[in-house]
């Protein structure tokens, strides 16, 4: 995830010679914090999942899937996130049309203003799982708090228990002796999610290391307070030698089934957020994936693009995930699989950190902060990402052609290029339903300047749907700016590790000084939701 380094004040409109207006921050006011970091490089894990009767330390079991489709008297103790150092810049500056602005990677801070920042939280379940606004069926469990009506505060959520092989069924309560006795296969009796629905939606993926009840019960805090869609990301192989989490490889795509199988039972919508790397992509890296580097040609590794995508959607659907949205790529602000990586996730100096088969529209690295040497490599432009992009897309349709397919850039104060992105991804004939930005208040500007760049945005390609992909803070004018889009063209937002929304003990979660306002919007919006 890009973090902040100075703010240009240029713009062109060719994307070649970008003038960015910063990268996606992180943490404290207009930044973002991805807590743990890269897992397994600066962070330490315990805990996860357990099966039956046991204590589990070190991940989920059975590949993200919980034993038996339940968690029953084991405990999951010690689980400690501890985030890297971040950095929360004011923008970012160009030298030569290009980005120099910071970058997080692996727990570090790359170059860019702003301090570090940590976070620390500890979980502990003792085999509950959660009623989403029910109670708890058999063996004495209790859901204490409820659910509140639209607008309501809630005090808390405390999930109950269950019993083996049980399953969540619609409204809440837990069947005893249900069917499904694996997350991964559970099938859920939820309506299907509106498409016209606006998303009041979270990137919750950094609590995939908790316990499976403790996720279940956070779900059911969230929609209690007015939100209804979540979003994951997902790495190509976060094991890998340059991966987010070369211990217990979170965030896999087994990883993603499992958690987004909570969030349909809860009756979400879901978002995927489809990396393209092994490890954090956005601006300043975007990493081609160790198993994809011996590709020679561009048809190649499309290919394989178009062979990921469709077996992750394939594995998400076949295990109760299916996703409404997609995302093709993270801050693809300057194209996809473009860098060759380190073990940190970041790239190599100089021309070794580029792939010579890539989707690059400019070249840039926060390892050198400027661009290669000078004819040291080769520009994969437009018809390549055009390429990569069009089979990330057909992987999706060919396995679910309704899914909507979103693009997602950094520009959320950065008319000029957004609008060139759009234009020329339509010119290569890429099928995408939503557009969709990074909005960190410093980072890219002020509210007024989303409203400004949506409502353009908005105004020229009237098909499109737009959302915030991701944002931290200044949580209602960010909703407030996509939810104003005439002709409903606004469809949501997605507030990024919001950690600060809640408080934990347990499977207890209670509402932080900001929930609110979601209560808030919940009732202000309530005719699209």
Partial sequence: MALGGLRAALATTAFVALIACGGASSSGAGGKLDQGGSVGVGATTSGGATARGGAATGGVASG???????????????????????????????????????ERAGGATAPGAGGATGATAGAAAS????????????????NTGGVSPAGGAMTSITAGSTNAGGRQAAGGSVASGGTSGNLSSTTSNCPPVNPDLYAIGADITGQETLPAATRAALLAFLKSHGFNYVRLRTFVDPMAADGYDQVNGYDDIAHTVAFGAQVKEACLGLSIDFHYSDNWADPGKQCVPVAWQSYRTITDLAQAVYGYTKDSVTQLIAGGARPDMVQIGNEETPGILIHICDSGGLPLAGAAGYDQVN????????????????????????????????????????????????????????????????????????PFDVFGES?????????????????????????????????????????????????DE???????????????????????????????????????L
């Fill in 64 to 102: 993200g899937a919980v034993a038996g489709g339940t968690v029953a008297g084991g405990a999951a103790t010690g689980v400690v996130l501890t985030g890297g150092a971040t950095a929360a810049g004011p923008g970012g500056a160009l030298a030569g049309g290009v980005l120099t602005g910071g």
């Fill in 127 to 142: 085999g509950a799982s959660s009623g989403i606004g029910g109670s708890v069926g058999t063996d004495g469990g209790t």
């Fill in 359 to 430: 989707g690059a529209i400019y070249l840039w690295s926060v390892t050198d902060n400027s661009a290669p040497p000078a004819n040291s490599v080769t520009l994969g432009g437009w018809t390549n990402l055009g390429k990569l992009l069009n089979s990330a897309a057909q992987g999706v349709k060919d396995v679910d052609a309704s899914i909507k397919i979103a693009l997602h850039l950094d520009r959320g104060n950065d008319l000029a290029s957004s609008r060139s992105y759009i234009q020329n991804a339509q010119a290569q004939g890429v």
């Fill in 439 to 487: 909005c960190y208040v410093g980072t890219q500007g002020q509210p007024s300047d989303w409203q400004s760049t949506f409502n353009s945005l908005a105004s020229s390609f009237p098909k499109l749907g737009f959302m915030i992909a991701e944002y931290s803070g200044d949580e209602r004018a960010a909703n407030d700016v996509i939810y104003g889009l005439p002709n």
């Fill in 490 to 528: 606004g469809l949501g937002t997605f507030n990024w590790n919001p950690t600060t929304l809640w408080t934990e003990s347990g499977t207890t979660f209670s509402p932080g000084t900001d929930m609110p306002i979601y209560d808030q919007m919940a009732l202000d919006y309530a005719s699209r």
